[in-house]
């Protein structure tokens, strides 16, 4: 099946640096990839939308200028967290569309700001 | 905007039950939904999916089913073992292209 891959698995900063994560689809091309954030005991919730050449959609309250999402080639889309604050921390989840419909999950980056 | 709500949030069982997990959406209007597995701290291990037209999905020990017009799913599970103890996800897509938009889940406990 498919795979995706994140990168770091896991990052500890300190507050007011920036974070780059990074995920790939190893072995299929993905036009659109989302990314999604998960607070301990919750559900994901989708962050926005990146569409492969084109700026990414972002869902209602995500700051886009905060979370710079660049989706720069057909297997890899970063999520920057710029200035991050502990309030940041969170588990960040990608995934990647194949087909339309159907969506291959990363493993997830756990960011901790201390 | 859609909403999922997954019923209960948690559950408790010996192990050799058989159990029923509920999810519920608020807009019938759906592409597909998918149940997904997470274990603590892991990513997302997805186990079943339904397109619209479909009325279940079934692999292995489980078995889903969607009732599209009432919004609902329910996640069947046959002769739980410990190794299925997990947060188990329901999560819908509106159309081709789009999102999946996620429940909170069900926790699930299964004791041995």
């Known amino acids: 099946g498919a795979v995706v891959s994140q990168h770091p698995s896991r990052v500890i900063c300190k507050s007011g640096t920036s974070v780059k994560i990074e995920c790939r689809s190893l072995?299929?091309?993905?036009?659109?990839m989302f990314w999604y954030r998960q607070f301990p005991k919750q559900s994901l919730m989708l962050m926005a939308t990146?569409?492969?050449?084109?700026?990414?959609?972002?869902e209602q309250g995500v700051e886009k200028d905060k979370f710079l999402i660049n989706h720069a080639s057909l297997t890899l889309s970063t999520l920057t967290v710029t200035s991050a604050h502990p309030e940041d921390s969170s588990f960040y989840i990608c995934?990647?569309?194949?087909?339309?419909?159907?969506?291959?999950f990363g493993p997830g980056t756990r960011l901790l700001v201390l | 905007k859609q909403e999922v709500t997954q019923i209960p949030a948690a559950l408790s069982v010996p192990e050799g039950e058989n159990l029923v997990l509920n999810c519920s959406f608020t807009d019938s209007a759906i592409y597909n939904l998918q149940w997904f597995r997470q274990d603590p701290g892991k990513g997302l291990t997805s186990l079943l999916l339904?397109?619209?037209?479909?009325r279940e999905q079934t692999s292995g020990r489980l078995n889903a089913s969607l009732d599209k017009s009432s919004g609902r799913s329910t996640l069947y599970i046959a002769a739980s073992q410990p190794g299925d103890s997990a947060t188990y996800l329901c999560a819908v897509r509106g159309q081709a292209g789009t999102a999946l938009i996620f429940g909170k889940g069900t926790t699930l406990s299964v004791s041995s």
């Open positions: 339904i397109q619209s037209s479909q």
């Open positions: 072995d299929f091309q993905a036009t659109t």
């Open positions: 995934s990647a569309l194949a087909g339309g419909e159907n969506q291959y």
């Open positions: 990146s569409n492969e050449g084109s700026k990414a959609t972002y």
